[in-house]
T-cell receptor
Framework: GAVVSQHPSRVICKSGTSVKIECRSL??????MFWYRQFPKKSLMLMAT?????????EQGVEKDKFLINHASLTLSTLTVTSAHPEDSSFYIC?????????????FGPGTRLTVL | QKEVEQDPGPLSVPEGAIVSLNCTYS??????FMWYRQYSRKGPELLMY????GNKEDGRFTAQVDKSSKYISLFIRDSQPSDSATYLC??????????????FGSGTQLTVLP
C-alpha cells in the first residue's frame, strides 16, 4: 500500500514559536493532501485541503494565517503553526490522495504530536 | 445534529467475541463508506471500503451499509487482543473534484481482553 510519512513525530515548543510539520508521500504522487487535527479521544477534524501548486482550502473556523499550508510538490506538503499557543497542542495528521485512482483513497500519515508549553 | 454519529464506547469484550460497531449518518449524499482502525498515537489505517449499500467481507471483518436507514456497521469475528484500537467510520459524497473529503465519526474505543 501507499506510504505517507510525517516529520517530526512529536515536538515540544514554547509559546510564541512557530512549528513546521512535513507530510510526504513516499511511493506515489499525491495531487491532494489533507490536514487534520485530533484531540484526545476525539475524531479527526479536517483543517484544510491542499492541492499541489495551488492555495489550500481551509475549513470554517480554521485560521489560514495561523496554520500555513504549502503543497509545493506532488510528494510534500507542510503545515506551519505560527505563533503557537498551548491551545494549539494537539495531534496533527496528514493524509494524501493518490492521483489517477478511481477510489481517491486517502492514506494517512502516523501523525505529529504537538505540545506547546 | 452531527452529520455522522458513532457511539464512543469504550467497548470491552473477551477474546473470541463478535464485535459490532455502528454509525448513523444524516447526509443522504454519502455514497462511500469506510472503516479505519487507529492505534494509540498513530494515524488511521483503512480497514474496509464499500460503495453504496451492501455487505463486504474481508477475513474476520464484515462491513454492512444500509443506505435506506443511513446506518453502517462493522463486525469483527473471533476478536483478538491485537484488535484493541479505536475504530472510526468515515464517509464521503460523490466526488466533485480530484479527491473526496471524508467526514469521520467520533470513533469507538475497543478493548479485547485476553
Amino acid at each position: 500500500g501507499a506510504v505517507v510519512s510525517q516529520h517530526p513525530s512529536r515536538v515540544i515548543c514554547k509559546s510564541g514559536t512557530s512549528v513546521k510539520i512535513e507530510c510526504r508521500s513516499l511511493d506515489f504522487q499525491a495531487t491532494t493532501m489533507f490536514w487534520y487535527r485530533q484531540f484526545p479521544k476525539k475524531s479527526l477534524m479536517l483543517m484544510a485541503t491542499s492541492n499541489e501548486g495551488s492555495k489550500a482550502t481551509y475549513e470554517q473556523g480554521v485560521e489560514k494565517d495561523k496554520f500555513l499550508i504549502n503543497h509545493a510538490s506532488l510528494t510534500l506538503s507542510t503545515l506551519t503553526v505560527t505563533s503557537a499557543h498551548p491551545e494549539d497542542s494537539s495531534f496533527y495528521i496528514c493524509s494524501a490522495s493518490e492521483a489517477g485512482t478511481p477510489r481517491d483513497e486517502q492514506f494517512f500519515g502516523p501523525g505529529t504530536r504537538l505540545t506547546v508549553l | 445534529q452531527k452529520e455522522v454519529e458513532q457511539d464512543p464506547g469504550p467497548l470491552s469484550v473477551p477474546e473470541g467475541a463478535i464485535v459490532s460497531l455502528n454509525c448513523t449518518y444524516s447526509n443522504s449524499a454519502f455514497q462511500y463508506f469506510m472503516w479505519y482502525r487507529q492505534y494509540s498515537r498513530k494515524g488511521p489505517e483503512l480497514l474496509m471500503y464499500t460503495y453504496s449499500s451492501g455487505n463486504k467481507e474481508d477475513g474476520r471483518f464484515t462491513a454492512q451499509v444500509d443506505k435506506s436507514s443511513k446506518y453502517i456497521s462493522l463486525f469483527i469475528r473471533d476478536s483478538q487482543p491485537s484488535d484493541s484500537a479505536t475504530y472510526l467510520c468515515a464517509m464521503s459524497a460523490a466526488p466533485s473534484g480530484s479527491a473526496r473529503q471524508l467526514t469521520f465519526g467520533s470513533g469507538t474505543q475497543l478493548t479485547v481482553l485476553p
